[in-house]
């Protein structure tokens, strides 16, 4: 595994109309690009992960593993306006010779992979054998097999959407409300906002879960409990677990990021935008996913060529994207068995 920081010196021109005089992005890698180009994997990371997905997916991720260094070049890089190592609002604004805070410009997952592709190039690929990402990585690999339609040979998007609808738009502002309204919000520090990024996480997490799962991980051992809820200290716990790894000014902005999603704007319609896409295609929703309910995946799956559609069961909502992998391995595994 190698960590790296790829640096871009040209002006980047973002869908809003911003400009950013260059821009850096941090990334991971396993094993080798072979010399026919042929093995690579490219994962995007969701929300609030980072560049290394052996650590987020490690299951499907490693030696012996779905996908695997000893056969595989790995690359996942950290999205723009994360923390993780690419460029965000934590970060010093070389225009101004301060960190930028609330003057970061928001990435769209489309200005998102624009500004990949020149990595892609210094790294010397050509070709993509799968495309991996689940939710808002997944919306970026839609973007890019969209915009790309040679780059990839085979994409498994999983538990996201060609759209961001109004549902999954107004858990985000409601997360966002969370966070404007903290005192501390409109202070240019490192940890403004933070009491309300806590709040905000838990209301996500009432989105990544379901019914069943707090069923079955946060009921009261003791019937008769009373003020005292192990589903109200775990929502407490998740936020503050947050706080120590995530800023509440990436929080807002990847939000704004996703809100944006929409793989039609600029190309007629989101019809005649999928049907762009070449690559060999294995659509995954989950069975219980709230946030990105399966309706939205059998649409990419109908209007994609080609695609397949895979159910995955789960009673963890949207977060059995991250952890249904022996379900999700098989997909990939059978898929490139008969690619290859």
């Known amino acids: 595994m190698a960590f790296d920081t790829f ?9 809003s109309g911003a400009q950013l005089t260059g821009y850096h992005l941090g990334y991971t890698t396993y094993g080798t690009l072979n010399e026919a180009k042929d093995n690579v ?69 489309r200005d998102m992979i624009r500004s990949y592709k020149p990595l892609l190039w210094h790294l010397g690929i050509e070709r ?11 919306q970026q690999l839609l973007e890019w097999a969209i915009e790309d339609p040679d780059l990839f040979e085979n994409i498994f998007p999983l538990a996201t959407n060609a759209i961001h609808s109004p549902w999954g738009r107004a858990f985000n502002a409601s997360q966002r409300f969370c966070i404007e309204n903290d005192p501390t919000w409109k202070e240019c520090a490192d940890e403004a906002g933070i009491v309300g990024m806590k709040i905000a996480r838990s209301i996500a997490l009432l ?7 707090y069923e079955k991980t946060q009921s009261d051992p003791d019937d008769n409990t009373l003020l005292s809820y192990r589903s109200e200290s775990y929502q407490k716990y998740q936020g503050e677990k947050l706080a120590k790894r995530f800023n509440a000014f990436s929080y ?3 939000s704004q990021g996703m809100d944006a999603h929409n793989v039609g704007r600029g190309r007629g319609s989101i019809e005649s935008a999928l049907k762009r896409i070449k690559a060999r295609t294995f659509v995954m929703g989950i069975e219980t996913d709230v946030l990105f309910p399966v309706s ?11 695609a397949d ?3 995955i069961k789960s009673f963890y909502g949207h977060d059995g994207f991250l952890l249904e992998y022996e379900q999700i391995g098989g997909v990939i595994n059978s898929a490139l068995a008969s690619f290859r």
């Open 296 to 306: 939205e995946q059998q649409f990419l799956a109908a209007h994609i060529p080609g």
């Open 41 to 109: 994997v490219w994962i995007f990371h969701a929300l609030t992960a980072n560049s290394d997905p052996a650590e987020w997916w490690p299951s499907l991720v490693g030696t012996g593993k779905c996908f695997d260094p000893v056969n595989d070049f790995i690359v996942c890089v950290n999205m723009p306006g994360s923390c993780y190592g690419s460029i965000g609002p934590l970060e010093i604004n070389e225009a101004t010779g301060r960190k930028f805070y609330h003057d970061f410009p928001f990435f769209t997952t």
């Open 207 to 213: 989105s990544y879960r379901h019914y069943d799962t």
């Open 252 to 254: 807002y902005l990847l």
């Open 128 to 138: 993509i054998k799968a495309g991996v990402g689940g939710s808002m990585g997944g």
């Open 309 to 311: 559609f895979h159910l």
């Open 7 to 15: 640096k871009y010196e040209g002006t980047f021109t973002l869908e």
